[in-house]
């Protein structure tokens, strides 16, 4: 199906609504808003396989933008609203795009692009700045009616650059109709029961893959979105009230945050419409998803996959209790776990995490990345490491790139990382190798507390003791530093490289 579809069948439905502002869009307004889009891309130019960018926040101009270059046939890249203006200006010519969309809200970053990215015809929301051109008035006198050659196009979207340059994903495009089914509406379908009725709460920046494609998937079921505009541990609480919100997506820090609040404000919410919440993006600490099940019932379901789409592993409530820790097993693709000398792993062992037989995909301008993530055999990898046990579960280990080496010894700091989580007085941690003249590298924890007064040595050293208590200590910091936020992405990542960086200066550090 196809929001068109539902357009003509039920076009007074809402389609979205926004959390904060309370702004309804129908099913009959996002036709029209899509196709006055489609009009405009036509009129300047774009044809079917070009490219247009998005930067900006959530708003409730974001989807019809989206559906309006997804009936034109056009790729069309969403972009963090967190990155700098150098880091937006790589993307948006590496992607190609010919039409650069932003809003006034994006302050400085959006007027220093004004100059840059010479070619790309640029638009603004919500006021305008030199160099360009309202959007709203750009679109007012555009036909509402669908444009002559309508056709499928695709998001083009970049990897969150946590261990370099962004990359970019592009899929071939299916030249078919515009309500032809794709594989992730088939996922939805059988592991989450989306349908008509779906009522979707939203609390992530969509820029991000995963917040994207499912409101996108709910739309082409007939469903609601409720998407937020920024996330609030709290808010998204009375939204599930509010909204009988019956499926969701969430990254773990959302449920550490929620976890995080007063009793009383948790019991505060009725959240018993909840009849799927997923979540994906990064990893999630095993008590942290054991007190979520606990508080919302067997309805927390887990997915692994990437925005490259080569695989997809998945695991409900019930699994996940027999077998904690896990992602699932893989319902799209074949994993293989694949040691450092090539070699297939054994069941228990942890290496490279590979998909066989997923879908081809490629990164942009890039043949020697995509290249390196692929083995002799063809088979495709994200660059996680893990294990599969005897019953086909797969295990997450970490990211192959932030593994430190100390003394000899491979140290997954994720491992401390999920440990560190679970103290009363942790808001957020990353685990990291620093330089270390005998060993190479040694522990070091970065730590944002949950309140400022506590950044102490006395609280470093209680929590060395913590990690210690459930820890082999060669697997413990040594060290412990305390910043009042991490830099981490809404989506879930955590620029580990950005931290890293600090500790490591020019010397040599081997994430790039």
Known sequence: MHPSVHAKTQPSKPAFIMAGSGETVTYGELEARSNQGAQLFRKHGL????????????????????????????YYTCISSRLTAGEIEYIVKDCGAKVFITTKSMGTVAEELSTRMPGVKKFMLGGTSAGYESLEEALKPMPTTPIADETPGADMLYSSGTTGRPKGVKRTLTGGPLAQANPLMMLAKMLYQFDENTKYLSPAPLYHAAPLRYNMTV???????????????????????????????????????????????????????????????APCPIPVKKQMIEWWGPVISEYYAGTEGNG???????????????????????????????????????????FANGPEFQYHNDPKKTAEARNDKGWSTLGDVGYVDKDGYLYLTDRKAFMIISGGVNIYPQEAENVLINHPKVADVAVIGVPNEDFGEEVKAVIQPIHWS????????????????????IKCPRTVDFERELPRHPTGKLYKRLIRDRYWGNRDSKIV
């Open 47 to 74: 044809k079917v396989g070009d490219g247009i960018a998005i930067f900006m926040e959530n708003n409730v101009h974001y989807l019809p933008l989206c559906w309006a270059a997804q009936r034109s046939g056009l």
């Open 312 to 354: 997809f592993c998945a695991i409900n409530a019930q699994e996940w209790l027999a077998h904690p820790g896990s992602v699932g097993k893989a319902l799209l693709g074949e994993l293989h776990i694949v040691g450092d000398d090539g070699k297939e792993c054994p069941v228990g062992e942890s290496g490279t995490v590979y």
């Open 219 to 281: 739309h082409n079921f007939g469903g609601t979105c409720v998407v937020m505009e920024h996330f609030d541990p709290e808010d998204a609480l009375r939204q599930i009230e509010k909204h009988k919100t019956t499926h969701s997506q969430w990254v773990p820090t959302m449920f550490v945050r929620m976890l995080k609040l007063p009793e009383a404000a948790r019991k505060k919410y009725d959240v018993s419409s909840m009849k799927m919440a997923i979540h994906a993006a």
């Open 454 to 473: 506590d950044a102490t040595p006395a609280l470093g050293e209680e929590l060395i003791a913590y990690c210690r208590e459930h820890l082999s200590a």
